[in-house]
T-cell receptor
Framework: EAQVTQNPRYLITVTGKKLTVTCSQN?????MSWYRQDPGLGLRQIYY???????DKGDVPEGYKVSRKEKRNFPLILESPSPNQTSLYFC?????????????FGSGTRLTVV | GDSVTQMEGPVTLSEEAFLTINCTYT??????LFWYVQYPGEGLQLLLK?????DKGSNKGFEATYRKETTSFHLEKGSVQVSDSAVYFC????????????FGTGTSLTVIP
């Protein structure tokens, strides 16, 4: 089944403790993105990647890092999480071959930083 | 910059009622437009899309027409069902990019029997 898989689904952590949210897709998509979803703000793009070793900042990159060493994986790294990063995070992927690049989204990771 | 504005919710309708969720956009060039749906506890799923002016996207009884003159992409359905209860997001893909999307804030729809 074609899908984007994120782990974990739920995570509670403490301020300053480094964490990684993994994202993997099995569709051989070139493009991958991370979004955060907050009430009243919709989805905001954190980082995106056009292909392996090619990443760029989205609208809200502060406090986050990403890497794209393999085509299928795009982990999101929070080096020193803070409470304002408490949010629902989505990974998404797409490909030029899918016709105007509609995204396939993962199921989300709900992160709480205390 | 490019942006999307959609009507605020929540929206509550009775089963078989007519649905309209308004969406307007601001963009340079000719963006592609999308509606996504998010069911409880799940990620967003593509509902329909339109890639040029006057295109009509449709899926599962939902429709939306790309209106360049009014910069709108309103979502409609003639007869909603309880299973349509979800959050709906309007989105814009920036012209000539593969990866720059802008989402509206989402509209929560609840359909009651």
């Amino acid at each position: 089944e074609a899908q984007v898989t994120q782990n974990p689904r739920y995570l509670i952590t403490v301020t300053g403790k480094k964490l990684t949210v993994t994202c993997s897709q099995n569709m051989n998509h070139e493009y991958m993105s991370w979004y955060r979803q907050d009430p009243g703000l919709g989805l905001r793009q954190i980082y995106y990647s056009m292909n392996v070793e090619v990443t760029d900042k989205g609208d809200v990159p502060e406090g986050y890092k990403v890497s794209r060493k393999e085509k299928r994986n795009f982990p999101l790294i929070l080096e020193s999480p803070s409470p304002n990063q408490t949010s629902l995070y989505f990974c998404a992927s797409s490909s030029p071959g899918t016709g105007h690049y509609g995204y396939t989204f993962g199921s989300g990771t709900r992160l709480t930083v205390v | 910059g490019d942006s999307v504005t959609q009507m605020e919710g929540p929206v509550t309708l009775s089963e078989e009622a007519f649905l309209t969720i308004n969406c307007t956009y601001t963009a340079t060039g000719y963006p592609s437009l999308f509606w996504y749906v998010q069911y409880p506890g799940e990620g967003l799923q593509l509902l329909l899309k339109a890639t040029k002016a006057d295109d009509k996207g449709s899926n599962k009884g939902f429709e939306a027409t790309y209106r360049k003159e009014t910069t709108s992409f309103h979502l409609e359905k003639g007869s909603v069902q309880v299973s349509d209860s979800a959050v709906y997001f309007c989105a814009l893909q920036k012209a000539n990019t593969g990866n720059q999307f802008y989402f509206g804030t989402g509209t929560s729809l609840t359909v009651i029997p």
